[in-house]
């Protein structure tokens, strides 16, 4: 596997992560818990060694998962985590939670989680309005300087937010959404992540499995896939949106590979410093997704796939408003 390297921190990663999010939260039933702990050692001896999990996703039965999969190779390794949320005794979210205080609580909860005594990556999972961000970086610099902190991440956020945080303490990493069906982060967000030096890490590289080309009209999700929330996964925009994935079917079949490599090797060569983290519950997917690091995709079909991409409409919001709302900020 090739490596690369995420910001002017140098923290070093594998050219691919894997998002360990679906394996308990999100996409449906959580996966049996040995099965996926079977999956993410199958990742690490494939030469996966960046491993996102957050706190939410459960919420903390994903950082128990993670903590236990990666245990015997834990310093081969990069884990990325998440604060910024409260929950309820049942477990419910109750909306953000930024405060310096808070923040610190949740690193030693993630170390205990985790079973380890250094978060390598600790992200603000989305930027909390009611808490300035340089309060948020003076906390994480706090948890740097103790060394139970690595490298401060944002998620989510907007440009102006990143430059006040990275004023404070440097930001090695933002993770959000980017994929050749969400092509937003172009305007703003790449040109200022290469100005500033700092990493970019595409959650949903894959459109959350739609530019798999396994997802079609008449699929059904399971009643705790929030796909079913997502407005351009109704039915009516999944046959809008099956276009676009033809195209990417057809170009695919002359590289003989599949929609999904495509997809992922088209964002590997935006930027050297963009690591994709793709997510999945299946073997097969995973070494699918891993190929996709050996594809090489020449100047005039990088132009080519641009073309015809942006050429196609793409139905529905990425996010129900609410949710859209929460983000950017």
């Given at each position: ?66 903590g ?8 081969q ?26 923040i ?80 937003k982060?172009?305007?703003?967000t790449l ?5 500033l ?21 008449e ?29 990417l ?5 002359r ?7 495509i ?53 529905g ?8 709302a929460?983000?950017?900020?």
């Open positions: 596997m090739q490596k690369r390297t995420l910001g002017k921190g140098a923290l070093e990663v594998s050219a691919m992560g894997l998002g360990c999010m679906g394996l308990s939260y999100g996409y449906g039933t959580a996966t049996d818990k040995q099965e996926a702990i079977k999956l993410i050692r199958a990742a690490f001896d494939r030469g996966i060694m960046f491993f996102d999990t957050a706190e939410a996703y459960g919420p903390f039965a994903n950082e128990e998962l993670v236990e999969a990666v245990a015997p190779f834990r310093d390794v990069v884990i990325a985590t998440k604060f910024g949320f409260r929950f309820g005794d049942d477990g419910a979210q109750l909306g953000a939670d930024s405060r310096p205080g808070h610190k609580e949740v690193a030693d909860a993630s170390l205990k989680r985790l079973r380890t005594d250094r978060i390598d990556l600790f992200y603000q999972h989305r930027v909390d309005p009611d808490v300035p961000i340089e309060d948020v970086a003076g906390a994480v610099k706090d948890l740097i300087e103790q060394g139970k902190v690595k490298h401060f991440g944002l998620s989510e956020a907007g440009m102006q937010t990143l430059r006040r945080a990275h004023a404070v303490q440097p930001v090695t990493a933002l993770q959000s959404e980017y994929s050749l069906w969400w092509r982060p172009e305007e703003e040109p200022t992540c290469e100005e030096g700092i990493g970019f890490v595409p959650f949903s590289p894959l459109g959350k499995g739609f530019l798999t080309g396994k997802i079609t009209e699929t059904t999700f399971d009643a705790k896939d929030f796909r079913n929330i997502v407005p351009r996964f109704t039915e009516e925009n999944r046959k809008a949106n099956q276009a676009f994935v033809d195209f079917k057809q170009f695919a079949e590289k003989h590979a599949t929609p999904a490599k997809a992922l090797a088209w964002l590997l060569a935006q930027k050297s410093w963009i690591i994709p983290l793709p997510g999945t519950t299946k073997l097969q997917r995973l070494e699918e997704n891993i190929g996709a690091v050996d594809i090489e995709l020449s100047p005039d079909e990088l132009n080519e796939i641009d073309q015809r991409a942006s050429n196609i409409p793409v139905e919001a990425r996010y129900p408003a609410e949710l859209e929460r983000t950017g900020l």
